[in-house]
């Protein structure tokens, strides 16, 4: 089944403990972009990658880090966490990122609340 | 002004009556719109996308383009209880080497049985 994963899918922790949220893609994909979502803010996208081992800022990439060493795999890694970064983030997919009905396929999100 | 505007709602509709969506963008460059249907709680997924002027038909779906006014609409007849859900709009921005896809807040809409 073609599907984008996430894990973890809940994950409480506390301030300034470091972690990791990976993203997995079976689509053979060369996109893939992480967002987070927030009551009426909507989704804002935090970093992105074109392929391999190419990353670039999204418009809040701020206390962030993300890798791209496989295709298939996008991890996001908060280093310090804080409070402000409590949100509901999903890992999305597409094929490209430069054709007109490249369609972004989201994974199923991770509930972040830090402490 | 945001870069794709939607109406948060809610947009309350009785059972089986005609559900109108509408999201407007401010680039005239933007060249593709879709159309996710969120579930509280999860994750977005796709019910289309339209690039050219006019409508778009799927199933109980319309989407329609407007791209002199800068708008764009998702039709839903016959609604049904379980359509109910926050539908995002999302635009595709053209730029360098890559494109990007801006999402507006979305329009919660109820179906009442």
């Known amino acids: 089944e073609a599907q984008v994963t996430q894990n973890p899918r809940y994950l409480i922790t506390v301030t300034g403990k470091k972690l990791t949220v990976t993203c997995s893609q079976n689509m053979n994909h060369e996109y893939m972009s992480w967002y987070r979502q927030d009551p009426g803010l909507g989704l804002r996208q935090i970093y992105y990658?074109?392929?391999?081992?190419?990353?670039d800022k999204g418009d809040v990439p701020e206390g962030y880090k993300v890798s791209r060493k496989e295709k298939r795999n996008f991890p996001l890694i908060l280093e310090s966490p804080s409070p402000n970064q409590t949100s509901l983030y999903f890992c999305?997919?597409?094929?490209?990122?430069?054709?007109?009905?490249?369609?972004?396929?989201f994974g199923p999100g991770t509930r972040l609340t830090v402490l | 002004q945001k870069e794709v505007e939607q109406n948060s709602g809610p947009l309350s509709v009785p059972e089986g009556a005609i559900a109108s969506l509408n999201c407007t963008y401010s680039?005239?460059?933007?060249?593709?719109f879709f159309w996710y249907r969120q579930y509280s709680g999860k994750s977005p997924e796709l019910i289309m996308f339209i690039y050219s002027n006019g409508d778009k038909e799927d199933g109980r779906f319309t989407a329609q383009l407007n791209k002199a006014s800068q708008y764009v609409s998702l039709l839903i007849r016959d609604s049904q209880p379980s359509d109910s859900a926050t539908y995002l709009c999302a635009v595709m921005n053209y730029g360098g080497a890559t494109n990007k896809l801006i999402f507006g807040t979305g329009t919660l809409l109820a179906v009442q049985p």
């Open positions: 999305a997919s597409s094929l490209t990122a430069r054709g007109v009905s490249d369609t972004q396929y």
């Open positions: 990658s074109m392929n391999v081992e190419v990353t």
């Open positions: 680039d005239r460059g933007s060249q593709s």
